[in-house]
C-alpha cells in the first residue's frame, strides 16, 4: 500500500521554538509538497520538491523552509514559531507529470501544530 | 496568478437528495482537474479529469469537465451519511493548487 507518513500528529508549541514537521512516502516519488490548511482557506501549498535537495516556493512561503536530503523525506521547518502558524499541516507526494498516476497527490495524514 | 474557485462553501442536505459541487479554474499550463474527498485525515483521491466532455463515474458519484468553460462538477447522487467531508477540487500541473474545499453534511 502507498504510504505518506507524517511524524507527528499532535504538536504544542511556545512562539519563538524552532519546530521540525517530518515527512517519508515510501513510493518512490519524485514530488514532495507541504501545504497548510485552515478553514475557509482551503489547502495552500508551501513548498514542494521535484528532487533531491531541490526546492520551490509555493504560494505561502513566509516564514518556512524545507530540506530534501533524501528522495523519501521532505522536512518542514518552522525558524520561530509564531501563533499565526496554528495550522493543519499536510505533507504529500506524486509522480511528474507524464509518470505513474500523473499528478495524483497522495497526502499524509496531517499535522496539527498549536503555537501558544 | 492561478486559480480554483470551489462553490458552495458548505452545503448540508437531507439523506438521498442529490447534490452537485462546483469548481472553476484559471490557471495556466492545464493538465489535469483532480477531486479529493476528505474526511477527518488526509484527502483521499476521487477522481482525475484530463479531457472535456468525459464523464467519470465510482458508485454513487461522477464528474465531468468542460475545458471550454474552465469548470468542473462533482455530482453525488441518493446522499449518505458517509458522504459528510469536505470535497476538494485541485489543478494538475507542476504542483497541484487547491481550492478551499465545499463543506458537505448530509442529516439523516
Known amino acids: 500500500d502507498v504510504k505518506v507518513t507524517q511524524s507527528s500528529r499532535y504538536l504544542v508549541k511556545r512562539t519563538g521554538e524552532k519546530v521540525f514537521l517530518e515527512c517519508v512516502q515510501d513510493m518512490d516519488h519524485e514530488n514532495m509538497f507541504w501545504y497548510r490548511q485552515d478553514p475557509g482557506l482551503g489547502l495552500r501549498l508551501i513548498y514542494f520538491?521535484?528532487?533531491?535537495?531541490?526546492?520551490e516556493k509555493g504560494d505561502i512561503p513566509e516564514g518556512y523552509s524545507v530540506s530534501r536530503e533524501k528522495k523519501e523525506r521532505f522536512s518542514l521547518i518552522l525558524e520561530s514559531a509564531s501563533t499565526n502558524q496554528t495550522s493543519m499541516y499536510l505533507c504529500?507526494?506524486?509522480?511528474?507529470?507524464?509518470?505513474?498516476?500523473?499528478?495524483?497527490?497522495?497526502f499524509g495524514e496531517g499535522s496539527r501544530l498549536t503555537v501558544l | 496568478e492561478d486559480k480554483v474557485v470551489q462553490s458552495p462553501l458548505s452545503l448540508v442536505v437531507h439523506e438521498g437528495d442529490t447534490v452537485t459541487l462546483n469548481c472553476s479554474y484559471e490557471?495556466?499550463?492545464?493538465?489535469?482537474l483532480l477531486w479529493y474527498k476528505q474526511e477527518k485525515k488526509a484527502p483521499t483521491f476521487l477522481f482525475m479529469l484530463?479531457?472535456?466532455?468525459i464523464e467519470k463515474k465510482s458508485g454513487r458519484l461522477s464528474s465531468i469537465l468542460d475545458k471550454k468553460e474552465l469548470f468542473s462538477i462533482l455530482n453525488i447522487t441518493a446522499t449518505q451519511t458517509g458522504d459528510s467531508a469536505i470535497y476538494l477540487c485541485?489543478?494538475?500541473?507542476?504542483?497541484?493548487?487547491f481550492g478551499t474545499g465545499t463543506r458537505l453534511t448530509i442529516i439523516p
Open positions: 520538491s521535484y528532487d533531491v535537495k531541490m526546492k
Open positions: 504529500a507526494s506524486s509522480f511528474p507529470p507524464g509518470q505513474g498516476t500523473d499528478g495524483e497527490l497522495f
Open positions: 484530463t479531457s472535456s466532455g
Open positions: 485541485g489543478w494538475g500541473g507542476e504542483k497541484l493548487t
Open positions: 490557471v495556466t499550463n492545464f493538465r489535469s
